[in-house]
């Protein structure tokens, strides 16, 4: 399984950014995709997951309501659109693969949960 996040990038507060997931066909077919997210001196936090119809999703707390995930499986892509960003947003995402979807959103959002890993891309938000 093969990931790849692009799209960050340095944005003043109040902006968007949106993240891309370059992901292979099996990710996409059969897999759960999650963007996670890592600020220096901080644990790895997950942030939103989708199922693999795209109908079931899940997003912490801190980004609910500015963040929206998404996915394009024909053309092999997930997405995170982050509204509204916040000086705490700053961190390095990835996107990650698992072929479990958990419904309960704790296990969904837990990164020890998910196998797949992509390279991260850093966001950095300015107050």
């Known amino acids: 399984v093969q990931l790849q996040a692009s799209g960050g990038g340095q944005m003043q507060a109040g902006g968007s950014l949106k993240l891309s997931c370059a992901a292979s066909?099996?990710?996409?077919?059969?897999?759960?995709i999650a963007w996670f997210r890592q600020a220096p001196g901080k644990e790895r936090e997950g942030v939103a997951c989708?199922?693999?119809?795209?109908?079931?999703?899940h997003y912490s707390d801190s980004v609910k309501g500015r963040f929206s995930i998404s996915r394009d499986n024909a053309n092999k892509a997930a997405y995170l659109q982050m509204n509204n960003l916040e000086p705490e947003d700053t961190a390095v995402y990835y996107c990650?693969?698992?072929?479990?979807?958990?419904?309960?959103?704790?296990?969904?959002?837990?990164?020890?949960?998910?196998?797949?890993w992509g390279q991260g891309t850093l966001v950095t938000v300015s107050s």
């Open positions: 989708i199922s693999v119809s795209g109908g079931d999703t």
């Open positions: 990650a693969a698992d072929l479990t979807y958990y419904s309960d959103a704790g296990a969904a959002l837990d990164f020890e949960n998910y196998v797949y």
């Open positions: 066909k099996f990710a996409l077919d059969y897999c759960t």
